[in-house]
């Protein structure tokens, strides 16, 4: 629970500055500039797979761990993390050429830089999850997110053009690591074993695998749409998939990153796994899925009102990519589910089906431009995504079908509120009321009517509810006690 509220706050803050960021910088860059950051932010997500080699996700998995294997996991994170910016120096001009883009060169030499930085910090933040101390991680996270919002916007402002973003990348890595380092009370000494690597290697490798495919399969739309279809498409896209993909798997990822220490400490009891799965997809649910509803039916005045006329192309993207946010959000527990009971071969096995449906999809669709490409990934995520969900159940040992009944009351109540919305919307398009208040008013018709739909049709989130504000009255208790 404590968790949880933290992660929450987090978000709160986290989608605030993103949204405002957003928003501040798609009307002070041209579709080009955001183009330009775009093919280069492509490169970014390696950041993430390659700065700790996956052994935080061992640390916190493992029911023991000594010193030896804190250390070893520190310094091939550091490693690790300067080899990739070498590297990442040295592909900068191949990539600039790739794209045909001179400027690209100098912003991933400068983005390299985050690998190093980040790999400092990778083993403090897994020893802080594998405690559940929240509360520290989360606090580096909202101010290294403000304080990368702050170079971000500033850079814009001084017309640094693409620039901007890559800045805001930047500062958020410095701000975060130093902070981390502040907070943790783990401090590396020089120890190295090679048998605590193999240990932890035998778990992280598949994970490893799992992270890179992934960052192929997320970023290959990206790399085929700055290459077949051009700078400006590319800005479009991305104002889409950061829009409905991003904020959407932020609602998902908290309770992901939530889950996963907490299913380790449980990983000999699948039965209570079993549950807590149910649980939490639930909830997610009950917050993405009628949020992409309404946002498929009102994007075309969310654009125009909060982007600007000049990103209306990003339409038909959003609500055709909603579909893929809506999928994805629901399945984030399942690869934390495989990785807690030991189960990363699976995990990776399944990675290579569910890269190799989506690249055919992405190369299939680009013949078609940008619309061809967000059709083909609503397509192949449709077909691929449930199998995840089949492999989280079978290695719990229990049937698939209790997560879809689980989220059954929930669906058919953004179902209905959906289509409210729409037959709203459509009057007031007829009635010829400005696009403002007409999102306004659609937004406020969605959110009567799902809520008590939702109490209706899925009495177990009213539980739920119960149960957390029980737990919240008994925490404040025990604190009013001490």
């Not at 798997?249 to 039965?271: G, K, N």
């Not at 006329?309 to 609500?319: K, M, N």
Request: aromatic fraction near 8%.
């Amino acid at each position: 629970m404590k968790g949880l509220a933290w992660k929450a706050t987090t978000q709160v803050v986290s989608q605030g500055t993103r949204l405002v960021v957003a928003v501040l910088l798609a009307r002070m860059l041209s579709p080009h500039d955001y183009g330009v950051a775009a093919m280069v932010i492509v490169f970014s997500s390696l950041v993430l797979v390659f700065s700790d080699l996956a052994l935080g996700a061992a640390l916190v998995q493992r029911k023991e761990l000594s010193d030896q294997q804190r250390n070893t996991a520190f310094w091939t994170s550091v490693g690790a993390g300067a080899t990739f910016t070498l590297l990442g120096i040295a592909v900068a001009g191949p990539v600039a050429g790739f794209y045909d883009e001179p400027e690209v060169k100098g912003l991933v030499i400068a983005l390299s830089t985050t690998f190093l930085i980040a790999s400092l910090a990778t083993t403090h933040e897994a020893l802080l999850v594998r405690d559940m101390d929240f509360g520290a991680v989360e606090t580096r996270h909202m101010i290294g997110l403000l304080v990368g919002a702050v170079a971000g916007v500033a850079v814009a402002a001084k017309g640094g053009g693409p620039w901007a973003i890559i800045a805001q990348q930047i500062a958020t890595s410095i701000a975060t690591t130093a902070l981390i380092w502040k907070r943790s009370p783990f401090r590396p000494s020089l120890t190295f074993s090679r048998h605590a690597l193999r240990d932890l290697g035998s778990f992280s490798g598949f994970v490893l695998g799992h992270r890179l495919l992934f960052y192929v399969h997320r970023n290959a739309d990206n790399l085929l749409i700055g290459r077949f279809v051009g700078a400006a498409a590319l800005g479009a896209y991305s104002i889409a998939y950061n829009m409905m993909l991003v904020p959407f798997s932020r609602i998902a990822t908290p309770v992901q990153q939530v889950m996963y220490p907490a299913f380790s400490r449980l990983q000999d009891q699948p039965q209570r796994i079993a549950e807590l799965w149910v649980r939490a997809t639930r909830v997610v649910g009950a917050l993405t899925i009628p949020a992409l509803c309404g946002l498929v039916v009102v994007a075309p005045d969310f654009v125009r009102v909060v982007l600007g006329d000049r990103w209306e192309a990003s339409i038909p993207l959003i609500q055709i990519l909603a579909w893929v946010g809506l999928l994805q959000s629901l399945q984030t527990l399942n690869t934390e589910i495989m990785q807690a009971r030991d189960r990363t071969s699976v995990m990776f096995r399944f990675m290579v089906v569910f890269f190799a449906a989506h690249v055919v999809a992405f190369l299939i669709g680009v013949q078609w431009g940008v619309i061809g490409v967000a059709v083909a990934y609503a397509i192949s995520s449709t077909l691929v995504e449930p199998i995840l969900t089949v492999l989280a159940a079978r290695t719990l040992g229990v049937s698939p079908l209790i997560l879809v009944r689980g989220l059954a009351g929930v669906t058919l109540a953004s179902l209905a509120m959906g289509v409210t919305v729409f037959l709203v919307r459509g009057a007031l398009v007829s009635a010829e009321v400005p696009e403002l208040p007409r999102l306004v008013i659609c937004v406020l018709v969605g959110a009567i009517v799902y809520l008590p739909l939702c109490a209706l049709c899925e009495p177990a989130l009213r539980s739920e509810a119960k149960w957390i504000r029980g737990a919240l009255a008994r925490r404040r208790a025990a604190v009013q006690a001490a």
